[in-house]
Nanobody
Framework: QVQLVESGGGLVQPGGSLRLSCVAS????????IGWFRQAPGKEREAVSC??????SLDYGMKGRFTISRDNAKNTVYLQMNSLTPEDTAVYYC????????????????????RGKGTLVTVSS
């Protein structure tokens, strides 16, 4: 049974940093694309970043503030978020599918086969 469990969200001040984690079970990361999308209240899903074996990492428009990485030995993917602003406030979801990352953010946000329950990130002073 495939399961994705996110952690690391919380309250952070503007300009601060957070690192999110997503532990995958039921499959191994070697053959899967995995990454993050977010959804703020009343807004559409927004792709953040994805990583896969052949493609490497993809940034869907976070302007280099966020860095995705993975530890295959721990079956875990991370999202290091720096220079956070209130506009980054959202629930962050981990998502995965067999194969490679979608090159466009829309398909990543809505087309992945598996996703976790999300972790809330609040950026506020």
């Amino acid at each position: 049974q495939v399961q994705l469990v996110e952690s690391g969200g919380g309250l952070v001040q503007p300009g601060g940093s957070l690192r999110l984690s997503c532990v995958a079970s039921g499959f191994t990361l070697d053959y899967y694309a995995i990454g993050w999308f977010r959804q703020a209240p009343g807004k559409e899903r927004e792709a953040v970043s994805c990583i896969s074996t052949s493609v490497g990492s993809l940034d869907y428009g976070m302007k280099g503030r966020f860095t995705i990485s993975r530890d295959n030995a721990k079956n875990t993917v991370y999202l290091q978020m720096n220079s956070l602003t209130p506009e980054d406030t959202a629930v962050y979801y981990c998502a995965a599918r067999w194969g490679e990352c979608y090159t466009d953010g829309y398909h990543f946000s809505y087309g992945m086969n598996y996703r976790g329950k999300g972790t809330l990130v609040t950026v506020s002073s």
